[in-house]
């Protein structure tokens, strides 16, 4: 079974710095998906990024980059340039690859991120 | 990304009644779809797996008697809360599964949030 952990319950950082949100997770397969999701005070789920485990590169989206060492099982997320509104919880999550009802999400227990004006 | 819609966001019923929560993917075809719950503050608990035709898959310690799962087409799954109780007051998300060879991910709804008078 496969297993995530956010081992920090809380961060803070002041609006325009970088924050680092780490992230480590457990399994025996070689290849999977891993997954850092936002939900801001609305409680909408909002996909922030993703890294396929056989991409040597590790993932960018705009202020959001990971991270991601494949020995080391490790995953985490940096956010630049901080603003407002990424004030939200965020989640790590991995998915095995796609075997239909089988790709289920583990998630870690996330973190909650302040971002202070 | 892809849209998923929750019906209704808010629901406020009697203790003993029972409770449907509707989940339609709006984009896509999903034969898989999920269910969570969540509690303030933490993370979201993996409560069923619904496949289109089929039974559903409900993860340990979750009554399947309580929690009636219904994937009657391709597009709509329903949670039933049944003769629900103040202990059942929660936030219910709930995913529908695109999957294509090499791509996997959950699309999320906005959740519902039941209290149990």
């Known amino acids: 079974a496969q297993t995530v952990t956010q081992s920090q319950p809380e961060m803070s950082v002041q609006e325009a710095e970088t924050v680092t949100l780490s992230c480590t997770y457990d399994?025996?397969?070689?290849?999977?998906?891993l997954f850092w999701y936002k939900q801001p005070p609305s409680r909408q789920m909002i996909l922030v990024i993703r890294?396929?485990?056989?991409?040597?590169q590790n993932a960018t989206e705009n202020r959001f980059s990971v991270n991601f060492q494949k020995a080391a099982k490790s995953f985490s997320l940096k956010i630049s340039d901080s603003q407002l509104g990424d004030t939200a919880m965020y989640f790590c999550a991995f998915m095995k690859p796609y075997t239909g009802a089988n790709s289920k999400l583990t998630f870690g227990k996330g973190i909650t991120l302040s971002v202070r004006p | 990304g892809a849209v998923v819609s929750q019906h209704p966001s808010r629901v406020i019923c009697k203790s003993g009644t029972s409770v449907k929560i509707e989940c339609r993917s709006l984009?896509?075809?999903?034969?898989?779809m999920f269910w969570y719950r969540q509690f303030p503050k933490q993370s979201l608990m993996l409560m069923a797996t619904?496949?289109?035709?089929?039974?559903?898959?409900?993860e340990q310690g979750v009554e399947k008697d309580k929690f009636l799962i219904n994937h009657a087409s391709l597009t709509l799954s329903t949670l039933t809360v049944t003769s629900a109780h103040p202990e059942d007051s929660s936030f219910y998300i709930c995913?529908?599964?695109?999957?294509?060879?090499?791509?996997?991910?959950?699309?999320f709804g906005p959740g519902t949030r039941l209290t149990v008078l």
């Open positions: 995913s529908a599964l695109f999957g294509l060879a090499g791509w996997n991910e959950q699309f």
């Open positions: 890294q396929e485990a056989y991409k040597q």
């Open positions: 399994t025996s397969e070689s290849n999977y998906y």
């Open positions: 984009d896509f075809q999903a034969t898989t």
């Open positions: 619904s496949n289109e035709g089929s039974k559903a898959t409900y």
